[in-house]
């Protein structure tokens, strides 16, 4: 009978985590209704105009000193979205209902006020982008900086630091965004940028001077801002976003169980007829090694794809390459499924990343020592474009 007990207790625990957790959620969920009066509460999501919509989920949640602390994240939606905008949003109050306020401010100042400025198109910064034959125009929205813990400070622009790098990262997509993340404490130093949620190592060079003109304090201190792109002309991509983790996801099935060259063409073909283009094709076909060789190898790589030609080779950003991201994606669900290491290995021993850093561990060198630039690739294929 003890036994049952201890199971009811356990049940009654993880019962209770979920309701304190669903009830946070309407806490916040009810502040941002009064924080957005034209929108609409539907389905546990905030629906607004213009095809936007605001999904939040519970991340964690404490008390500690009689302090109630809660981090929320928040998830903006759109059509015209190629992935979902994901804010994490740390708060803190006496009650957790002052805390879900406060993380709604946090929100409004940081994401929502330039979305609605791109929505309304006020104040837009042109930036012009060029590469591979290729032009676009964007407009930037920048205003708002969520500021932590600092005090008798001005606020800086934290995007200046980086506007010149910026258009080498936007490409093809009609939105992109930008998070700048600042964080001090005692001697430890945060500084993350992210476009489109994915890590862009280079970006956070230019502001390491900048964080470290910061005082030394014992508290914790924090710098955030958006950036948001909207491209001037509609997108012209050819393919869907799911077209290619389709495509993706079976090129990985078929790379797992290759033991010939027969295999290889099959999963080829298949490819193709997926994706109906060689080139996006190719493109799976090329990245699915060197992405996973990069996920579980450890090394660290920058920003770059360098797209080889004839004798040279040129230089461009992996957020530039509409697929790049998308074939990480279906990496990354296949291997939260634990996938047998032997379907790893057959995978990676095809990456180019891979061999040369074998060479490299035979030499006495680690893979977290080592740093690789980007990708270099190839496609035979006459008149190949970047989307």
């Known amino acids: 009978m003890a036994l049952f007990k201890k199971k009811n207790q356990q049940t009654d625990e993880i019962n209770t985590v979920k309701d304190q957790g669903a009830e946070l959620k309407q806490l916040v969920l009810k502040a941002l209704t009064e924080k957005f009066p034209n929108g609409t509460l539907y389905d546990d999501c905030i629906i607004m105009p213009r095809g936007f919509t605001i999904d939040v989920q519970v991340g964690r949640y404490e008390e500690r000193d009689e302090v109630k602390l809660l981090s929320m994240i928040y998830i903006v939606k759109h059509d015209d979205f190629d992935e979902p905008l994901i804010d994490p949003v740390d708060s803190q109050g006496k ?3 002052e805390a879900a306020k406060m993380s ?4 409004f100042g940081g994401v929502w006020h330039p979305l609605d400025q791109s929505i309304t198109k006020k104040n837009p910064i042109h930036i012009s982008v060029n590469y591979l034959m290729q032009h676009y125009d964007f407009d930037m929205y920048a205003q708002s900086i969520v500021r932590i813990g600092v005090k008798d400070k001005q606020p800086t622009m934290l995007v200046n630091y980086i506007k010149a790098e ?19 404490m005692k001697e430890k130093k945060i500084i993350e940028v992210r476009v489109n949620g994915s890590v862009c190592s280079e970006l956070s060079k230019p502001l390491s001077q900048y964080i470290d003109t910061w005082e030394e304090t014992e508290s914790f201190v924090s710098e955030k801002q958006y950036a948001i792109f909207v491209q001037r002309e509609d997108d012209q991509c050819p393919f869907k976003k799911d077209t290619v983790i389709q ?10 169980n290759i033991n010939s060259k027969e295999d290889y063409d099959e999963m080829t073909k298949a490819v193709e007829e997926i994706t109906g283009d060689k080139d996006l094709a190719a493109e799976i076909r090329i990245f699915i090694p060197e992405i996973l060789a990069k996920l579980t190898l450890g090394y660290k790589e920058g920003d770059s794809l360098f797209l080889l030609e004839d004798d040279s080779s040129i230089e461009f950003k992996k957020t530039q390459l509409r697929s790049y991201f998308y074939i990480q994606q279906a990496l990354l ?15 990676v021993t095809n990456s180019v990343a891979f061999r040369e850093l074998r060479k490299a561990h035979d030499q006495g060198h680690q893979p977290n020592e080592l740093y690789v630039p980007g990708t270099s690739y190839k496609i035979n294929h006459e008149g190949y474009k970047v989307w």
Not at 247 to 256: E, G, T, V
Not at 333 to 347: A, G, M, Q, T, Y
């Open 104 to 107: 709604v401010e946090i929100f």
């Open 95 to 97: 009650s957790f209902e």
């Open 247 to 256: 495509a993706a996801q079976k090129a990985i099935d078929m790379m797992a």
């Open 333 to 347: 669900e296949f291997l939260s499924k634990n996938p047998p290491e032997d379907h790893v290995k057959r995978i």
């Open 166 to 184: 910026l258009p080498k990262y936007l490409g093809s997509k009609k939105y992109y965004w930008v998070r700048i993340y600042l964080a001090k």
